[in-house]
């Protein structure tokens, strides 16, 4: 049985005091909101983002990234510092398998949007794994927004159904944050802010995933 510790939509503020656990996961939006020019991120990336990774006492850091993480799209960018990054693909790490993915529909001037019709191709390519991360919800959990109405996909929670995995963590609707259970299978969004991106207190998820084979 390994611990999984999920957090997503940092938005630039680095928790303190994380709970403990062998895998720490990040679901995307990590760059402050301040300023979303990819130079900026960059350098935010390597001052602040690495470091803090570097600090933390879980034996295992994965990240993905979010649709405000904009240096993350550019095609001469590269990940450093101890965290695995996962863009569209996949990791096994101490018997659990990983797979991260950032996209999200409806907003077209983001980063890491994509049309139901991409995210179809893009979500039906996500092969059976223990943890599936991603930065957007599945239509129907953890998608309701504060105005009225839901914003997740339709092609993850299509996935979800033909696949399910044991668990999966998302942001990106910061005022649905919760946790829900589907049969064998645990879906919760894990964001660190609120609609007003206030830091919320006790965000993150903390979960027990045991090693399928």
Same mark, same amino acid.
Request: hydrophobic share 40%.
């Given at each position: 049985?390994?611990?999984?510790?999920?957090? /997503?939509?940092?938005?630039?503020?680095?928790?303190?005091?994380?709970?403990?656990?062998?895998?720490?996961? &990040?679901?995307?939006?990590?760059?402050?909101?301040?300023?979303?020019?990819?130079?900026?991120?960059?350098?935010?990336?390597?001052?602040?983002?690495?470091?803090?990774?570097?600090?933390?006492?879980?034996?295992?850091?994965?990240?993905?990234?979010?649709?405000?993480?904009?240096?993350?799209?550019?095609?001469?960018?590269?990940?450093?510092?101890?965290? =695995?990054?996962?863009?569209?693909?996949?990791?096994?790490?101490?018997?659990?398998?990983?797979?991260?993915?950032?996209?999200?529909?409806?907003?077209?001037?983001?980063?890491? =949007?994509?049309?139901?019709?991409?995210?179809?191709?893009?979500? /039906?390519? &996500?092969?059976?794994?223990?943890?599936?991360?991603?930065?957007?919800?599945?239509?129907?959990?953890?998608?309701?927004?504060?105005?009225?109405?839901?914003?997740?996909?339709?092609?993850?929670r299509t996935r979800l159904e033909e696949a399910p995995p044991q668990l999966c963590v998302f942001g990106h609707i910061h005022e649905d944050h919760g946790r829900w259970?589907?049969?064998?299978?645990?879906?919760?969004?894990?964001?660190?802010?609120?609609?007003?991106?206030?830091?919320?207190?006790?965000?993150?998820?903390?979960?027990?995933?045991?090693?399928?084979?």
């Open positions: 049985m390994s611990r999984v510790v999920a957090i /997503a939509d940092l938005h630039g503020n680095l928790p303190a005091g994380l709970p403990g656990g062998d895998v720490l996961v &990040i679901a995307g939006d990590v760059c402050p909101l301040a300023d979303h020019d990819p130079e900026f991120q960059a350098g935010w990336l390597e001052r602040e983002l690495y470091p803090w990774m570097a600090s933390l006492p879980h034996e295992v850091v994965i990240w993905i990234a979010g649709n405000h993480d904009f240096v993350c799209e550019l095609p001469k960018w590269e990940p450093a510092g101890r965290g =695995h990054y996962l863009r569209d693909s996949r990791i096994e790490l101490g018997g659990l398998s990983f797979y991260g993915t950032p996209w999200v529909p409806h907003l077209p001037r983001w980063a890491f =949007h994509a049309g139901e019709e991409q995210l179809a191709s893009r979500m /039906a390519a &996500i092969p059976e794994v223990d943890v599936l991360i991603s930065h957007g919800p599945p239509l129907g959990t953890g998608d309701r927004l504060a105005r009225g109405g839901r914003a997740g996909s339709t092609a993850l259970q589907q049969g064998a299978m645990t879906l919760a969004n894990v964001a660190h802010v609120d609609a007003d991106y206030r830091v919320r207190p006790n965000a993150v998820g903390v979960f027990e995933v045991k090693p399928s084979r």
